[in-house]
């Protein structure tokens, strides 16, 4: 089953951002460093191929360091110019800064040229809802100047941000694509929250991190919740894992909703661990079959 939550805010930003990329010198596209393939917009691939592009892996605090490697590596391969932020911790900006620098160089030369003064440079910030734009734009102007929140669908409209220096910032919704019909992309935006917690039932979410949690973070997984061995059947674990944190109804039945919502919650707060749900050796799998 598809998952279609594409709000009318989202179209409009869309088309919005169509109509001023004239404007704009240079795109960085965010995305959650736990999800690089799941948490990119084919839609905002296809939307101004003949500018440059920087792709920011965000929260890069959250993600396992080895896998967040891996995918830089793989961007590169692919020329495709990526950077690991973590825009809380203003980690990654300097790079950023110097990469945006460098590819709009050829702007500013040729205006130098023509003796004229060249204007800040203008960046259009792109994403997918809850991958940190408006945390990146107030890390880049070293001022609040966006809105922000652990929560998708924060921002509405588009809006410029000066930062008294070298650039004009452009943030912008986060924008989806109109039907997330991948079972695995609805779970890994599900779990670490780009789309509403009401679109899917906690528990199915839970259960799938869980599952993969299981198999690619063993150790980090038994040790948050105090489980000596894995069971061949993971719903097993899973309940042991909700009674250990005392997720329990009355007359002491196991309470796997509420275990379910703590599991997610501990997960988008790095309380596990640093994990990613996407290795790029799963991704050049997937197209080697295409």
Known sequence: MSVNWFPGHMAKALREMKTILGQVDLIIETCDARIPRSSRNPELKRLAPQKPLILVLNKADLSDPAVTKAWLEYYKEKHVHAIACDSIRRTGLNQLNQLALSLTREKIDQAAARGRRFRPIRLLVAGIPNTGKSTLINAFSKRKAAKTADKPGLTRQLSWTRTGGQFELLDSPGVLWPK????????????????RDDLLATEEIAFSLWKQLLEQYP???????QID??????????????????CLKAGGTVDLNRFSSVLIDEFRGGQIGRISLESPVLQIKSEKNR
């Open 180 to 195: 997330i019909e991948s079972d695995v992309d609805q779970w890994h935006l599900a779990t670490t929250g780009a789309i």
């Open 219 to 225: 150790d980090a997984t038994l040790a948050r919740y």
């Open 229 to 246: 061995t894995i069971d061949e059947d993971p719903i097993i674990s899973f309940e042991q894992a909700a009674r250990n944190r005392g």
